[in-house]
C-alpha cells in the first residue's frame, strides 16, 4: 500500500539500508580510535617534553664535600638529566649572574648566604617557583624558611660559631672557648682563623649577627678584639676547618656544619653556639631565564624531597635539613634546630638590614682587619702584655692607658645610621671597577685604621712601661 503518491511506508527500507547504517558506524567508530590515539600520542609528547632532561647547572659556593653525594643522588633520583657544577664563592657567584644576565647560561643559584638572593631578587635574576614538597614548615628557629615572594627557598639551616682541635687545644694549653668575647683573651692570640667577610658569605653572616646580637659598637669592639688575636684571614671559608682539622690553627670562626662533618670524619675537633649568633636557611633559586628551566625545577623538588634531605644527614655532609621528619633518620646527637632549645634563644636575624649594608660591612672589615693585621695583632699583643703585668701588680696610670688604647682601637669611622645610609650605599656600585668616591671611602677608612692602631700602639707602649 502506498501514501502520499507512492512514497513507501515509513517501516519500509531498501535491502542494501541495514550494510549503510553498519558502514556509516564503522566509520564513526574508527575516527573515535584515530582521534584518541592523536589525542594519546599528543599527551605522551607533552608529558615528554615537560619530563627534565639534559644539563641543568648550578652556580655555587659549597664545596665538593657537599656538592658531590648531592649531584650524585640527584642524577640517580633523576635518570637524563646531568647537574654541572660550577663553584664559586658567594659575592663572585652573585657578580658572575649579574654579569651574564644578557646571555645566561645558569639555571640555579645555591648558597648559604640569604642575603646574597636578596641582591639577587632585587635584581629580576631570580625566578619565582613554589615548590610541591611537602612537610616543611614556615620558620626555623625565628627565621622564615622560604622567601615570602617565592623567589628563593631554604633546603638545609646552619648556625655559626666556633670550631677548635681539642689535640691543639691540650697542646697549646686552649681553654674550651665559649663565648665570642672569648677568642679576645691573652690565651689565643695567634691561635684563631677566619675567613674575609668580602670573600665569603657565611663568614659576612657570622660578622653580621655579632653586629646586630651586640650592637654596632659593642659588636666591632668584639670583631676587633678577636681580630687582634687572628693567625690568618682566608679567602675561602672551607680553608678555616681545614686549617683546624689538620691543627695548622687551633681555633676557627666557621658555620657549623664544617665541625660536623669533620667531627664525622673522624677529627678531633669540638664545636659550640655562642649565645649571640642565629641560625638561617642555606638557599636554591633558579635563575631567571636559565637554558633547562624544567630540569632546575626539578633539582629544587629533589633537594626537599624526603630522599634530597636524608642525603643532608651524610657524615660528609651533616646539614640541618628543613624537614623535620628527616631527624628520625639522625643519630641522638644531631642537633635538632626544631627541638632544641638552643635554637630558639638564638636572635632574629634581619636580612633586610644585612642585605641593605652587606658592601659596608664587608669594605669596614677588610679596611680596618684584614689589610691592618699586622698592625692590629701588634698592639694587641703589647696589651696582652700590660694586662699581665697588672695582674701582677695594679698601676692605675697603666689601666687608663691600657683603656685609652682600646677605645682608639675600637673606633669605628661610621656610625650605623651612616652605614646604612643611601650616601654611602650609593659609592659601592658592585661594578667591576671601583668608582672614585669608593675609592676615597676605602682610603678614609684605612687612614682612619693605620691613625688608630698606631696611637693605640703608643699608649699601650708607654701603659707597658709604667706597669714594669
Request: charged fraction near 25%; proline fraction near 7%; charge should be neutral.
Given at each position: 500500500?502506498t501514501?502520499?503518491g507512492?512514497?513507501?511506508?515509513?517501516?519500509?527500507?531498501?535491502?542494501?539500508?541495514?550494510?549503510?547504517?553498519?558502514?556509516?558506524?564503522?566509520v564513526?567508530?574508527?575516527?573515535?580510535?584515530?582521534?584518541?590515539?592523536?589525542?594519546?600520542a599528543?599527551?605522551?609528547?607533552?608529558?615528554?617534553?615537560?619530563?627534565?632532561?639534559?644539563?641543568?647547572?648550578?652556580?655555587t659556593?659549597?664545596?665538593k664535600?657537599?656538592?658531590?653525594p648531592?649531584?650524585?643522588?640527584?642524577?640517580?633520583?633523576?635518570?637524563?638529566?646531568?647537574?654541572?657544577v660550577?663553584?664559586?664563592n658567594?659575592?663572585?657567584?652573585?657578580?658572575?649572574?649579574?654579569?651574564?644576565?644578557?646571555?645566561n647560561?645558569?639555571?640555579?643559584?645555591?648558597?648559604?648566604?640569604?642575603?646574597a638572593f636578596?641582591?639577587l631578587?632585587?635584581?629580576?635574576?631570580?625566578?619565582?617557583?613554589?615548590?610541591?614538597?611537602?612537610?616543611?614548615?614556615?620558620?626555623?628557629?625565628?627565621?622564615?624558611?622560604?622567601?615570602?615572594?617565592?623567589?628563593?627557598?631554604?633546603f638545609?639551616?646552619?648556625?655559626?660559631?666556633?670550631?677548635?682541635?681539642?689535640?691543639?687545644?691540650?697542646?697549646?694549653?686552649?681553654?674550651?672557648?665559649?663565648?665570642?668575647?672569648?677568642?679576645a683573651?691573652?690565651?689565643?692570640?695567634?691561635?684563631?682563623a677566619?675567613?674575609?667577610?668580602?670573600?665569603s658569605?657565611?663568614?659576612?653572616?657570622?660578622?653580621e649577627?655579632?653586629?646586630?646580637?651586640?650592637?654596632?659598637?659593642?659588636?666591632?669592639?668584639?670583631i676587633k678584639e678577636?681580630?687582634?688575636?687572628?693567625?690568618?684571614?682566608n679567602?675561602?671559608?672551607?680553608?678555616?676547618?681545614?686549617?683546624?682539622?689538620?691543627?695548622?690553627?687551633g681555633v676557627?670562626?666557621v658555620?657549623d656544619?664544617?665541625?660536623?662533618s669533620a667531627?664525622?670524619?673522624?677529627?678531633?675537633?669540638?664545636?659550640v653556639y655562642?649565645?649571640?649568633?642565629?641560625?638561617?636557611?642555606a638557599?636554591?633559586?633558579?635563575?631567571?631565564?636559565?637554558p633547562n628551566?624544567?630540569?632546575?625545577?626539578?633539582f629544587?623538588?629533589?633537594?626537599?624531597?624526603?630522599?634530597?634531605?636524608?642525603v643532608?644527614?651524610?657524615?660528609g655532609?651533616?646539614r640541618?635539613p628543613?624537614?623535620?621528619?628527616?631527624?628520625?633518620?639522625?643519630?641522638?646527637?644531631?642537633p635538632n634546630?626544631?627541638?632544641?632549645?638552643?635554637?630558639?634563644k638564638?636572635?632574629?636575624?634581619?636580612?633586610?638590614?644585612?642585605?641593605?649594608r652587606?658592601a659596608v660591612?664587608d669594605?669596614?672589615?677588610?679596611?680596618?682587619?684584614?689589610?691592618?693585621?699586622d698592625?692590629?695583632?701588634?698592639?694587641?699583643?703589647?696589651?696582652?702584655?700590660?694586662?699581665?703585668?697588672?695582674?701582677?701588680?695594679?698601676?692605675?696610670?697603666a689601666?687608663?692607658?691600657?683603656?685609652?688604647?682600646?677605645?682608639?682601637?675600637a673606633a669605628?669611622?661610621?656610625?650605623?645610621?651612616?652605614?646604612?645610609s643611601?650616601?654611602?650605599?650609593?659609592?659601592?656600585?658592585?661594578g667591576k671597577?671601583?668608582?672614585?668616591?669608593?675609592?676615597e671611602?676605602?682610603?678614609?677608612?684605612?687612614?682612619f685604621?693605620?691613625?688608630?692602631?698606631?696611637k693605640a700602639?703608643?699608649?699601650?707602649?708607654?701603659?707597658l712601661?709604667a706597669?714594669?
Amino acid at each position: 500500500m502506498t501514501k502520499r503518491g507512492g512514497d513507501p511506508p515509513r517501516d519500509a527500507c531498501p535491502a542494501s539500508m541495514p550494510d549503510a547504517v553498519n558502514q556509516f558506524w564503522e566509520v564513526v567508530l574508527a575516527i573515535k580510535k584515530l582521534m584518541m590515539a592523536v589525542g594519546f600520542a599528543l599527551t605522551s609528547t607533552m608529558a615528554l617534553a615537560q619530563a627534565p632532561a639534559g644539563k641543568v647547572t648550578v652556580v655555587t659556593s659549597f664545596s665538593k664535600d657537599v656538592t658531590d653525594p648531592i649531584k650524585k643522588a640527584f642524577e640517580k633520583a633523576t635518570p637524563g638529566v646531568t647537574l654541572e657544577v660550577q663553584n664559586r664563592n658567594t659575592n663572585a657567584g652573585v657578580k658572575y649572574l649579574e654579569e651574564t644576565k644578557a646571555n645566561n647560561q645558569v639555571d640555579l643559584f645555591w648558597a648559604s648566604a640569604p642575603d646574597a638572593f636578596e641582591v639577587l631578587k632585587g635584581k629580576k635574576l631570580l625566578s619565582a617557583y613554589k615548590p610541591k614538597a611537602t612537610g616543611i614548615p614556615e620558620k626555623i628557629g625565628s627565621y622564615p624558611i622560604n622567601d615570602p615572594a617565592g623567589f628563593y627557598v631554604g633546603f638545609a639551616a646552619s648556625g655559626y660559631g666556633i670550631m677548635w682541635n681539642e689535640r691543639y687545644a691540650r697542646a697549646n694549653k686552649l681553654p674550651e672557648p665559649k663565648e665570642w668575647q672569648d677568642l679576645a683573651k691573652p690565651v689565643f692570640f695567634d691561635h684563631v682563623a677566619i675567613a674575609a667577610p668580602s670573600r665569603s658569605g657565611t663568614t659576612h653572616l657570622t660578622i653580621e649577627t655579632i653586629l646586630q646580637g651586640e650592637g654596632w659598637d659593642k659588636g666591632w669592639r668584639t670583631i676587633k678584639e678577636m681580630a687582634g688575636n687572628f693567625r690568618a684571614i682566608n679567602e675561602r671559608s672551607f680553608g678555616v676547618p681545614e686549617q683546624v682539622n689538620s691543627g695548622q690553627v687551633g681555633v676557627g670562626i666557621v658555620i657549623d656544619f664544617f665541625a660536623f662533618s669533620a667531627q664525622a670524619s673522624g677529627f678531633p675537633v669540638k664545636f659550640v653556639y655562642p649565645s649571640v649568633t642565629t641560625v638561617v636557611p642555606a638557599n636554591v633559586g633558579i635563575v631567571t631565564n636559565g637554558p633547562n628551566k624544567v630540569a632546575a625545577e626539578a633539582f629544587v623538588e629533589f633537594l626537599l624531597s624526603p630522599a634530597g634531605q636524608e642525603v643532608l644527614l651524610e657524615p660528609g655532609i651533616r646539614r640541618l635539613p628543613v624537614n623535620p621528619a628527616v631527624y628520625a633518620k639522625a643519630g641522638a646527637d644531631y642537633p635538632n634546630p626544631f627541638t632544641d632549645p638552643r635554637f630558639q634563644k638564638m636572635i632574629g636575624f634581619d636580612v633586610d638590614k644585612s642585605e641593605g649594608r652587606t658592601a659596608v660591612v664587608d669594605t669596614l672589615f677588610d679596611q680596618l682587619i684584614s689589610f691592618q693585621l699586622d698592625a692590629l695583632k701588634g698592639v694587641t699583643k703589647t696589651l696582652h702584655e700590660v694586662e699581665a703585668a697588672l695582674a701582677k701588680k695594679p698601676n692605675p696610670q697603666a689601666k687608663t692607658l691600657l683603656d685609652e688604647a682600646r677605645t682608639l682601637i675600637a673606633a669605628m669611622p661610621v656610625s650605623e645610621t651612616q652605614a646604612s645610609s643611601a650616601e654611602l650605599r650609593g659609592a659601592f656600585t658592585g661594578g667591576k671597577e671601583k668608582g672614585a668616591r669608593q675609592a676615597e671611602v676605602e682610603a678614609q677608612w684605612a687612614s682612619f685604621a693605620r691613625d688608630n692602631y698606631a696611637k693605640a700602639k703608643a699608649k699601650a707602649e708607654e701603659a707597658l712601661k709604667a706597669a714594669k
